[in-house]
């Protein structure tokens, strides 16, 4: 089993849907999750971090940690056709840095 | 202020051949990290430095693979005798004083033919 799972999808939305982005981790000891965007032939964009269970809002941008049942998400509001990316999900913990991926959900909005 | 670059963008290689990937961290930071991600794979760690603390090169799948980090900025990611199994994008990484939130470049696409 992976540290970090993540449902490849690809998933494909409506523009101006909301998007519901999902992982779970088995690792009791990860201390920070982290939201990564990727565009094609780019390398990942750091979106948005949470240490703690409960929500982090940015913008269009929800991330969620639920610590009791391990299980990490991402809400996008309103999306948009520039939304349209792989979105990767990560966790880690302070004593080594490196952090754990899932595999990335592939998400295209269509106009 | 200028990102994580990395060099060169593509590589193509014969099986057999050894190959050198660059890294240029962003200025100031300390850690720097390399991940490959193959198709379907997601991101997979490979080694670690901080400063002059000795690197956690856990994460290198075989000898053939070694890195270096020279005056604690540019680095090096070394593959020998590379095989088609080593057909990956090289991502490299840096942080600042917070180590968990890393950027990162845009990666070198290798192909072993």
């Known amino acids: 089993q992976k540290e970090v799972e993540q449902d490849p999808g690809p998933l494909s939305v409506p523009e101006g849907a909301i998007v519901s982005l999902n992982c779970t981790y088995s690792?009791?000891?990860?201390?920070?999750f982290m939201w990564y965007r990727q565009y094609s032939r780019k390398g990942p964009e750091l979106l948005m971090y949470?240490?703690?269970?409960g929500n982090k809002e940015d913008g269009r941008f929800t991330a969620q940690v639920d610590k009791s049942s391990k299980y990490i998400s991402l809400f996008i509001r309103d999306s948009q056709p520039s939304d349209s990316a792989t979105y990767l999900c990560?966790?880690?913990?302070?004593?080594?840095?490196?952090?754990?991926f899932g595999t990335g959900t592939l998400l295209a909005v269509q106009p | 202020g200028a990102g994580v670059s990395q060099s060169p963008s593509n590589k193509v290689t014969e099986k057999g051949k050894d190959v050198e990937l660059r890294c240029d961290p962003i200025?100031?930071?300390?850690?720097l990290y390399w991940y490959r991600q193959s198709l379907g794979q997601g991101l997979e760690f490979l080694i670690y430095?901080?400063?002059?603390?000795?690197?956690?090169k856990s994460g290198l799948p075989s000898d053939r693979f070694s890195a270096e980090r020279t005056g604690g900025s540019v680095s090096t990611l070394t593959i020998q005798r590379t095989q088609q199994e080593d057909s990956a994008v090289y991502l490299c990484?840096?942080?600042?004083?917070?180590?968990?939130?890393?950027?990162f470049g845009p990666g070198t696409r290798l192909l072993v033919l």
């Open positions: 990560a966790s880690g913990r302070g004593a080594t840095n490196k952090l754990i």
């Open positions: 690792n009791s000891a990860f201390q920070y």
């Open positions: 949470t240490y703690s269970s």
């Open positions: 200025s100031g930071h300390t850690a």
């Open positions: 430095f901080q400063g002059n603390s000795a690197p956690d």
């Open positions: 990484a840096s942080s600042g004083d917070r180590q968990e939130t890393q950027y």
